[in-house]
């Protein structure tokens, strides 16, 4: 046998070898390069919506919705009536209710109710009670109580919020506490 031709041919061998590691060594390398996490992008700044599609609304603080329902519920203790006071929202979510002492069950939501149905249309509910008779339907309107006692109040001319009064022996009596928490906001 020829050493030389057995190194030439384990040199050739060595070198493909070589050469394969190498070429499996860029591959990989390849690959992990590509498979490394990318850099976070940075976030996309969030566009303002144009003026034009905004609006602003009004509501009352918890303070003054508190001022309110104290007022009405003080106005209803001056006459000896054991009432409900609630104060809602713009969008007829519950600010405050009180209870007052000695008030029936049934005039926590009842108050509730007033409020929700008196900013809901802008309007004492002792005259959306007067539309019932021309359109029925609307006492099914799930929330609402078509029932003297709600009052709005209002910002502009526009309703922010309602006060609810429940309780007293008539809803003439209800509304009158009603107002006099609307009343309590002017002063």
């Known amino acids: 046998m020829d050493t030389n031709r057995i190194t030439s041919r384990n040199k050739k061998i060595l070198v493909g070898a070589l050469a394969a590691a190498a070429l499996g060594a860029g591959t990989f ?21 144009a003026p034009r599609d905004l609006t602003t609304s009004t509501h009352l603080t918890v303070d003054a ?33 009180l209870r007052g002492d000695g008030a029936g069950p049934q005039s926590y939501e009842s108050a509730g109710r007033k409020a929700y149905t008196a900013v809901s249309w802008n309007a004492p509910t002792s005259v959306l009670a007067g539309r019932l ?11 609402t109580l078509f029932l003297a006692g709600g009052a709005p109040v209002q910002a ?5 919020a309602g006060i609810g009064v429940a309780g007293a022996p008539s809803g003439d009596l209800d509304e009158k506490y009603a107002k006099a928490g609307v009343a309590a906001l002017t002063k």
């Open 65 to 97: 919705a508190m001022k309110a329902a104290d007022a009405a519920l003080d106005a209803a203790r001056q006459d000896n009536q054991r009432v409900s006071v609630a104060v809602v929202d713009r969008n007829g979510n519950t600010v405050v209710t």
């Open 133 to 143: 008779a021309q359109a029925p339907n609307l006492k099914d309107i799930p929330g």
């Open 29 to 49: 390398g390849a690959v992990s390069a590509n498979a490394a996490p990318a850099a976070p992008a940075a976030p996309a700044k969030a566009a303002d919506p």
């Open 156 to 160: 502009k001319g526009a309703p922010i």
